[in-house]
């Protein structure tokens, strides 16, 4: 074959492969056109969105477009504040306020479970407790509180030259020290095999009433708070827990649902641990739900903690329809990663997320940090410059978050609980306390002008009922008052001592609790109310009738 030839058809093989390749290499144009589409989609999509860490949330960055329509669940059609029923029963007295919530039933149960604890024993010299003697004997204790005494020797207490007279004027020492030993709330026939089944069980009873008339009582605000109360006790008890962020450390433990706004306590629930060693599974859920069973659809919102927040949680409360707001841990799986803290993030910057139903947002209030909160009550991200460009979500649930804990505090201040190895009676106490604030918040909306110019309103409410309680003091003679400030310790005098012209008490050389240390000031007189040591110039004698 001639060299041309072969040239030639050489030449035409390849046009006819170059012209197959060209045919190729078009289709995978077009392909690959379409898989650019698709990337950019994609990518278009992450940019909008962010999916949580197990992969089943999608969190928009945008808000929704209905998000500015207001929702059924967000409305209150109840009035807030007393009950018809509570406003019509609670009178001028302030003790029909309190029996509203520790009912003569209930005193009744307590005075039968206690003549029987006494006739057990064979108490020598005992005599059956009536119903409106053991109202004495709460009085008592709530008085003791109002004075701080609550640590004080009984013995001191009803001490006719250190004591205060209205607990003597109340009843004998050695009766309310009989009744304190001898109260009882359960059927101790029963108890042991009631206690097998709940942990709870010597206070079920008067719990369970006691709730009851919290929740009848009185019509909480739109927004609730969930959150714990340890109620210090170091005693025997199957259900003692140590928390060391409380003041207390160690106690029982008690999630409480309470008014956001007052925090009147609306229900209250004990934690008795495990039951038969079995894990309780779904308890952060429970705790929500339970409590507020009859507010279903009442279209509250609720404030709780990172303990309790979770999608499922907030999802199930909307099905109620109520709302929610908690800020949440950062282990959890419905958080998106690019919401935890990081160091490329500056200070005060915010990242949201939205659904249809609910908003998670993440902000950095210090470098390296992030606080993450989920809502289902704000579906917009709005900021407020004036508050270090926090988010909306986040003012509101500082707002709402404290409304246990004020709770806490104020019982803990004025408390009637005393040093005690048994478990019931200090729990009876706590709900002595609270039912003492409750009923001072039923008062004040039924008077609102209560003691206006007093500057301590629940130590006056407190004062007034103990005395109502106790009836055997004249309501006419003043209640002594403690004064303490940098200049003055009062120091109660009794006749006696007014006639030499002397301090009250006298004690060992101990130095001056109000003076500067660096003066190291030694005496020997004690005030009568507080039992510290005072010299002559932070103390004077005030006569019974001179004392406020």
């Given amino acids: 074959m001639p060299k041309e030839f072969v040239i030639y058809f050489s030449h035409i093989l390849f046009d006819d492969e170059e012209d197959i390749i060209t045919a190729d290499d078009e289709s995978d144009a077009i392909i690959s056109d379409e898989s650019d589409e698709e990337v950019v989609q994609e990518n278009h999509i992450l940019n909008q969105n962010m999916i949580s860490k197990n992969g089943e949330e999608i969190w928009s960055k945008l808000p929704c477009v209905n998000a500015a329509q207001p929702r059924a669940h967000n409305i209150i059609r109840q009035p807030t504040g007393p009950t018809r029923f509570a406003a019509q029963v609670c009178g001028q007295s302030v003790d029909t306020a309190f029996k509203l919530f520790i009912t003569p039933e209930m ?74 030993r001898c109260i009882r709330f359960d059927e101790r026939e029963t108890q042991n095999q009631r206690r097998f089944e709940d942990k709870f069980a010597p206070l079920r009873n008067i719990m369970e009433m006691f709730i009851t008339k919290c929740k009848s009582n009185y019509n909480p605000s739109a927004y609730l708070t969930v959150d714990e109360q340890l109620v210090t006790f170091r005693g025997r008890c199957p259900f003692k827990m140590f928390i060391p962020t409380k003041p207390g450390k160690y106690g029982m433990k008690i999630w409480i649902l309470c008014d956001a706004e007052t925090s009147y306590c609306i ?139 004020t709770l806490d505090q104020v019982v803990r201040c004025y408390s009637s609980r005393r040093k005690s190895n048994r478990c019931p009676f200090t729990m009876f106490c706590n709900i002595l ?64 001592f007014l006639n030499q012209g002397q301090p009250i008490q006298e004690q060992h050389i101990k130095r001056c609790y109000m003076c500067p240390r660096v003066h190291d000031r030694k005496t020997r007189l004690q005030c009568a109310s507080c039992s510290h040591s005072v010299c002559k110039a932070h103390s004077k004698i005030v006569c019974n009738s001179c004392l406020i």
């Avoid at 001191?156 to 004998?172: D, H, T």
């Avoid at 009923?439 to 109502?468: C, Q, T, V």
Wanted: charged share 20%; net charge positive; with cysteine.
């Fill in 107 to 180: 005193i009744r149960i307590i005075v039968n479970c206690t003549n029987a604890e006494a006739r057990r024993i064979r108490l020598e010299g005992w005599i059956d407790t009536t119903v409106n003697e053991l109202y004495e004997f709460i009085g008592v204790p709530l008085l003791a509180g109002v004075f701080h005494s609550k640590n004080q020797s009984i013995k001191e207490l009803w001490s006719r030259l250190n004591g205060i007279p209205i607990f003597s004027a109340s009843m004998q020492r050695d009766r309310f020290v009989n009744l304190r």
């Fill in 433 to 496: 306390d609270i039912a003492a604030y409750n009923a001072l918040i039923l008062f004040l909306s039924i008077h609102p002008n209560y003691k206006n110019g007093a500057s301590h309103r629940r130590r006056e409410f407190l004062k007034e009922l103990s005395k109502s309680l106790i009836k055997k003091f004249d309501a006419n003679d003043n209640l002594p008052q403690i004064v303490a400030n940098n200049n003055l310790c009062q120091v109660i005098a009794q006749n006696s």
């Fill in 267 to 405: 229900n209250l629930q004990p934690y008795i641990g495990r039951v038969n060693g079995a894990r309780d599974v779904g308890q952060v859920t429970r705790v929500v739900l339970e409590p507020t069973d009859h507010l279903n659809g009442s279209g509250r919102h609720i404030t709780a903690d990172n303990f309790f927040t979770n999608i499922h949680l907030a999802r199930a409360l909307l099905g109620r329809k109520m709302t929610y707001t908690g800020t949440i841990k950062k282990n959890k799986e419905e958080i998106p990663k690019k919401l935890l803290p990081a160091l490329h993030r500056p200070v005060y910057s915010s990242i949201f997320g939205f659904q249809n139903d609910s908003t998670i947002v993440s902000y950095v209030p210090k470098k390296n940090k992030a606080v993450i909160l989920l809502s289902t009550c704000h579906h917009s991200n709005d900021i407020v410059v004036d508050h270090n460009e926090k988010p909306r979500i986040i003012l509101d649930y500082n707002k709402y978050k404290g409304g246990v804990d």
